[in-house]
Structures are given as structure tokens and as C-alpha cells.
């Protein structure tokens, strides 16, 4: 991604997994984290999200406790406008699926949306990457 100034491989699986919580131990780059998630609200834009660092042995550690489905993806932070835009880009049982994402100070914040951009899929739970580890792109019936 030739926008890109920075990227980073993640590496991540779930401790827990339902639909009011998540527990995720994810590896980016040499870093290692356990982030809890509460679900999201209602039109799918902003939860609770708790991030502890770890070290990258306790994370590789508990990476082997995770269920079945990990997470193997490029993240390229992207700066368009005032803006930067996380576009993960899959690995592994989602080879083929890019996601691009941004944060916002509050939802009712303006930003410009890139012309790389397809289509808006915030709030449609198939790209969590939740269920994108229980569900992998590769076995979507993509036409």
C-alpha cells in the first residue's frame, strides 16, 4: 500500500468469545496486548474497549490458550485529511479481504472518505474480526 507510512503485522485470537464480551490477545510487531471488548452499540460504531500491554512471551503464552480461528493480517495506517485510517489487510483463511477503519473523537465527527473506499460495512458484524476468526472470508459465498 503505497499511502501507507507505517505498517505492522498482527497476529491475534480470542480468549473468550460472545456476544456481549470479547477477550483477545493480539501480537503486533514485537508488542503484545489482552483487550477486552464490551458488544457494540446499537448502529455498531463505539463499545467499551479495556487494552492491557503485555510482554510478548506472556502473549505468545496465552495466544495457545485462544480458541480455534486466529487472526493473520498487515495493518497500514494511511493519513487522508486530518484523519489516519487503519486498512488491515488478511492473511491466512481471509486472504482477499481488505478492511480500512478510523477513529473518531466522537461519532458525530467529520472526516473525508478516501476514494479507495468501496463501500461502508460499519455495523455489519461478518467484518468483526471476531467473527472473522469464527467465520473466515474464504468461506463466505463471495459472487
Known amino acids: 500500500m503505497d499511502e501507507a507510512f507505517q505498517a505492522k503485522r498482527i497476529v491475534q485470537g480470542y480468549i473468550c468469545a460472545d ?21 457494540t452499540n446499537d448502529r455498531g460504531w463505539s463499545r467499551y474497549e479495556f487494552e492491557q500491554p503485555l510482554t510478548l512471551e506472556d502473549a505468545e503464552a496465552l495466544m495457545k490458550l485462544c480458541l480455534p480461528g486466529l487472526i493473520d493480517k498487515v495493518r497500514y495506517y494511511v493519513k487522508v485529511g486530518g484523519h489516519i485510517w487503519e486498512v488491515d489487510v488478511f492473511h491466512g483463511e481471509n486472504e482477499g479481504l481488505v478492511v480500512a477503519e478510523i477513529e473518531l473523537e466522537s461519532e458525530g465527527d467529520v472526516f473525508e472518505i ?19 476468526a469464527q467465520h473466515p472470508y474464504s468461506t463466505w459465498n463471495v459472487c
Open 114 to 132: 478516501p476514494s479507495w473506499i468501496d463501500r461502508e460495512v460499519s455495523g455489519d458484524p461478518k467484518y468483526y474480526n471476531l467473527m472473522l
Open 19 to 39: 456476544t456481549e464480551r470479547s477477550v483477545r490477545v493480539r501480537i503486533r510487531g514485537e508488542e503484545g496486548f489482552l483487550t477486552i471488548k464490551s458488544a
